[in-house]
């Protein structure tokens, strides 16, 4: 297990800042995407004020499917 296969490169989601994945890059990269998570979506439309009521509606849940 050598030290070469560090992943420096980090792919973030813009909306919610989660690590997406990783890529091994030589230096401390940053890349934006978006993850697709249903929870962020859901954020994204509280974030645009259209959605906001469906927010009250939606179960708690702890985990993915
Ligand atoms: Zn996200």
């Known amino acids: 297990m050598g030290n070469n296969g560090i992943d ?10 989660s690590v997406i994945d990783t890529l091994p890059t ?8 978006d993850c697709q998570e249903q929870d962020c979506l859901i954020t994204r439309g509280t974030n645009d004020s259209k959605f906001g009521s ?9 985990g993915k499917e």
């Open 26 to 33: 030589e230096r401390v990269t940053t890349y934006y995407s």
């Open 8 to 17: 420096l490169g980090v792919i973030i989601c813009k909306h919610c800042m």
């Open 54 to 62: 469906v927010i009250n509606l939606m179960p708690a849940t702890g």
